[in-house]
């Protein structure tokens, strides 16, 4: 199963774009060995819209274009909490089911559309916190190389 993060806005060079792609590399020699390939991520650009609905608007058809088909996990604030092994159990499961791609969806500033969170499979939270975009973008990839760890049977995550 192929993995994409697909992320409103572009992360600049500094510590976030370093920390995602040590885990985006470690994830992705993990990642070989047990049917998953990738992460691979696609940045979108910002909304220009004058309000924050019409920006999210055309976020939404941006990520939806780029989007392929399969499991679409929206991150934002309002999904639901998921732990590590039942997340890493989700798409062991959307894997074995001959699921070909995961897509990892971030929004912007101003977050996702409604509409966007109603079509994906899964929306997920990383708590009731507002996180800033590139710190979420950190935390999925981190996230998605811990999955991987607990597949893989690897002793990086301690339950």
């Known amino acids: 199963m192929r993995l994409t ?18 885990y985006r590399e470690r994830a992705a020699a993990l990642g070989r060995g047990i049917g998953l390939s990738g992460p691979d991520i696609v940045e979108i650009a910002e909304g220009r819209g004058r309000r924050p609905e019409e920006r999210k608007r055309e976020e939404e058809q941006a990520i939806l274009a780029k989007a392929q088909p399969g499991l679409i996990i929206a991150l934002d604030e309002r999904g639901r909490p998921l ?37 994906a499979d899964i929306t997920l939270a990383f708590g009731a916190l507002t996180i800033p975009h590139q710190i979420v973008r950190v935390l999925v990839l981190e ?6 760890t607990i597949i893989a049977g690897h002793p990086y995550h301690r339950a």
Not at 6 to 20: H, T, W
Not at 143 to 148: D, T
């Open 5 to 22: 993060v697909i992320a409103v806005g572009r992360l600049k060079d500094g510590p976030e774009r370093a920390l995602s792609e040590r």
């Open 143 to 148: 996230q998605l190389y811990r999955a991987m």
């Open 83 to 119: 732990g590590s092994d039942a997340f890493a159990q989700r798409l062991a499961t959307a894997r074995d089911a001959g699921t070909g791609h995961a897509g990892f969806v971030i929004g912007g500033a101003d977050g996702l559309s409604e509409a966007l969170r109603e079509k």
